[in-house]
């Protein structure tokens, strides 16, 4: 199982967290949640697998956490 | 090993930066008179950011909520913690960023770096308060007066 987390206004089109069965990487995982949730599709985000911000496809195992984080802005 | 280097790695520890709510102007000069014991500073410098009640389409921002990746933004802090000790020359380094809801006027980030001469605590706090709003998940929810509220952008 796949935990996505979701934060600022992205947690608020899809919810603070989901579980996802058999997604073999991010991109796939990715293609899920914007048939799931449209609106995703006009966000931007950057994505965090195990707390390693990616910049490509990446595979996934079971267990893994991957976060979905829109632009910072804290302070 | 001399009491500073003790004091120096006490200091790069990981530490929670966070905390629930407005930040107390009296915890700010608490934290300042617990440097009079350190002598071998000459300098402090200090940033606080305070939320603004900014005006958009007749509507007023009355608070900021907060929210963190938290585990990630701590973990991100230490490593800009261990950058910054090793850039420059400080004695010692203290943040604190609030979480939930901060009314405007009130204290939301307290950054305070010292140092033995004063040109590396304000670069150095200079730089952190930089990296602290580029770099750390964290997420700031403007709430309007009438309920409504909008994401906040760092500029």
Known sequence: MITVLFFGKLAEIAGAKAELQAVASTDELLEQLRLQYP?????????AVDKKTITGNTSLTDHCTVALLPPFSGG | MDATTTNRIMERKPKNIFTQGAIDPAFIAESIAKHSTKTDIGGHSIFLGQVRADVIDDKKVAAIEYTAYEEL????????????????ELTCMHVHHSLGKV?????????FTSSAHRRAAIDACN??????KTEL????KELFEDETHQWKVNR
Do not use: D, N, T
Request: hydrophobic fraction near 55%; include cysteine; aromatic fraction near 12%.
């Open chain 2, 127 to 132: 730089e952190v308060v930089e990296r602290i």
């Open chain 2, 137 to 140: 998940p964290v997420w700031g």
């Open chain 2, 103 to 111: 009314a405007a006027g009130e204290i939301c980030l307290f950054v």
């Open chain 2, 73 to 88: 933004a701590l973990e991100k802090m230490h490593i800009i913690r261990e950058e910054i000790f090793s850039k420059y």
């Open chain 1, 39 to 47: 609106a995703l599709a006009a966000e931007k985000y950057i994505v």
